[in-house]
């Protein structure tokens, strides 16, 4: 990958899973879908997208840095033209997911590539990690699990004061998912443990952390430096779960490909140090950059990877 040239963006801090749009324009869009279908909203999702293109420079800045690294040689006119690109794709994801819980599971089609892999690592007896990553319609993928007949818990943390729904919340019913909150008692390790030695399903994101930085190790990623969390690994490593890395992406307009990007098997008895899981966690950032040749505007990271880097 040719080293980045040009001027760098300024970094803008970690993460946040909080929605920039304001909540009645959440209403329209879900108002759009349930009387004019995913049509009538990708119709308006273009004002949108201008609308940010024109207007909003800081949101845009964003995508730049996953940007000029995926396309280290563009022009500024390039650039444009791939920022109108990445948030038309975002635009069109979220309503897909709001689509499946308005409209329905019928409303998009997710075709699933790897499930008999996927059954076989399941009849290990051992539990299985289900590392996923903020790419395709991640929550959808989520969806289109009960062919495994298990229960399924999802480590995850909403923000206090997030107005984006979940596709079940759409719909009114109680969450699908044993929900572990990573902020609660050691982070939820206990929790999920104990998930794993029941030999059922944690699904986990492997492509960003929260809290300390002792718990990410070092990988390269396009071509630079990125932090990525290893509480898979470690948990790997004690249960002896196979890891499943599973994305999706759009393929069509209402048809998405979910599919087992690869299995990350941990030995045994590797202890806490980071240095332990580098391995590994490299292992996950080269399907990830392995992805994002595939299907670059389906990753969805609007925030520096590469902060570290900076300075």
Known sequence: MPKVEGKKEKPQGRWSSRSVGRPWQH??????????????????LYFVVGYYILCRPDQRRKAHFYLRRRFPDVTPGELLVHDFRMFLSLGRVLIDRAAVGILGPQ????????????????????GLILMTAHVGCWQGAMSALAFLHLPVALLMQREEGDIDRHF????????????????????????????????????????RF??????????????????????????????????????SAKTGPDAYRIFLAGVIRVPPGLGREKEAFSLYAARFAQILEDYVQEYPYQFFNFYDLWEAEIG
């Open 27 to 44: 209403r329209f869009f879900y108002l759009l879908i349930r009387f004019g279908g995913r049509r009538a909203a990708y119709f308006f």
């Open 107 to 126: 409303a998009v089609t997710f075709t699933i590539t790897g499930k008999e892999e996927l059954l076989a690592l399941v009849a290990e007896h051992k």
């Open 168 to 207: 079940f919340e759409h719909g009114g019913i109680a969450s699908p998912y044993r929900i572990i909150d990573p902020r609660g008692f050691l982070g939820g390790s206990l929790e999920m443990l104990e998930v794993l030695k029941r030999g059922e399903v944690l699904s986990m994101m492997g492509d």
């Open 210 to 247: 929260q809290g300390s930085d002792r718990n990410v190790t070092t990988v390269k990623f396009l071509g630079g430096n990125i932090r990525l969390p290893f509480a898979a690994y470690k948990l790997a490593s004690v249960t002896g779960a196979p890891i499943g890395v599973l994305v």
